[in-house]
């Protein structure tokens, strides 16, 4: 079945550090690649997605590409600020008709001064 | 405001104490669905719904019940809580998606359950 890996946290990083998450996926098709992020004590929130192969998302100087040919999809951000603390989860979408979302584990970012 | 709600946001709750969470959307979305989040273990879907009367089992449906009489509303039954069903509950909702569409998925902000 489809599955998603990220890389194990808690990464700890120095404001205006370069960020990189891991995320590898094994998935039947061209799911849709996605990444969320979830502030302390609130939601899932959408940080950005790619729909199919070699797409950039990107938002908030987040960006992730879809590289099918390594089954990745890895977050970077090129200078990190505290508020960037949060946790970071991977996902895909089978775009067969269904809307199930399927999430890796979740990496656990956070910034010091 | 564009919003899915969850209640309660936190319960307390003993073993064989039947729960309902609820939780509702203002989209007018077709699917909704509950994940529960635990560490380690990312977010796994309990039930998903989508549409009215329209309801299926996801990864980890035992010992969880749903039910989809209005497309706003898709309350999480706990018929008989344990321990092991102590975990933080998220509501998400989407349209419904087609063959070669994207619809982001909206989620709640999350029920903190603990069962003793």
């Known amino acids: 079945g489809d599955s998603v890996t990220q890389m194990e946290g808690p990464v700890t990083l120095s404001e205006e550090a370069f960020l990189t998450i891991n995320c590898t996926y094994t998935a039947t098709g061209y799911p849709s690649l996605f990444w969320y992020v979830q502030y302390p004590g609130e939601g899932l929130q959408l940080l950005l997605k790619?729909?199919?192969?070699?797409d950039k998302g990107s938002n908030k100087g987040f960006e992730a590409t879809y590289r099918k040919e390594t089954t990745s999809f890895h977050l970077e951000k090129g200078s990190v600020q505290v508020s960037d603390s949060a946790v970071y989860f991977c996902a895909l979408l089978y775009t067969g008709g269904g809307n199930k979302l399927t999430f890796g584990t979740g990496t656990q970012l956070k910034v010091e001064l | 405001e564009a919003q899915v709600t969850q209640n309660p946001r936190y319960l307390i709750t003993v073993t064989g104490k039947k729960l309902t969470v609820t939780c509702s959307q203002n989209m007018n979305h077709e699917y909704m669905s509950w994940y529960r989040q635990d560490p380690g273990l990312g977010l796994r879907q309990i039930y998903y719904s989508m549409n009215v009367e329209v309801t299926d089992k996801g990864d980890v449906p035992e010992g969880y019940k749903v039910s989809r009489k209005e497309k706003r509303n898709f309350p999480l039954i706990l018929e008989s809580p344990s321990p092991n069903q102590t975990s933080l509950y998220f509501c998400?909702?989407?349209?419904?998606?087609?063959?070669?569409?994207?619809?982001?998925?909206?989620f709640g902000p999350g029920t903190r359950l603990t069962v003793l």
């Open positions: 790619a729909t199919k192969a070699d």
């Open positions: 998400a909702s989407s349209l419904r998606s087609r063959q070669g569409r994207t619809d982001t998925q909206y």
